[in-house]
């Protein structure tokens, strides 16, 4: 198991606890997993929105990029 799984995880698993010991809410854990889905949505869509509309193709720019040599001015 990777280790931002395992961070992602712990992080749930003491959100749950603290829900469970201050009885925030009916359900137990339901903001932690709330919160933990929404930002799942967010980065899932955020990738497919990048890879799809933001993201230009290797092709994209004609040929190789020009050499970066500059002349002497100074004679």
């Keep these: 198991m990777s ?3 395992r961070v ?3 992080a749930l698993v003491v959100g749950i606890l ?3 010991a201050t009885g925030y809410s009916l359900f137990p854990g339901y903001p932690a997993l709330l919160g933990l889905g ?3 949505v967010i980065i899932i869509g955020s990738k497919w929105l990048g890879d799809r509309f933001l993201q ?3 092709e994209y720019y004609p040929g190789e990029a020009p050499t970066d040599e ?3 001015l100074r004679g």
Excluded: H, I, N
């Design 8 to 10: 992602t995880l712990a």
């Design 56 to 58: 230009r193709g290797e």
């Design 18 to 20: 603290v829900d469970l």
């Design 38 to 40: 929404g930002c799942t």
């Design 3 to 5: 280790l931002p799984l």
């Design 70 to 72: 500059q002349e002497d």
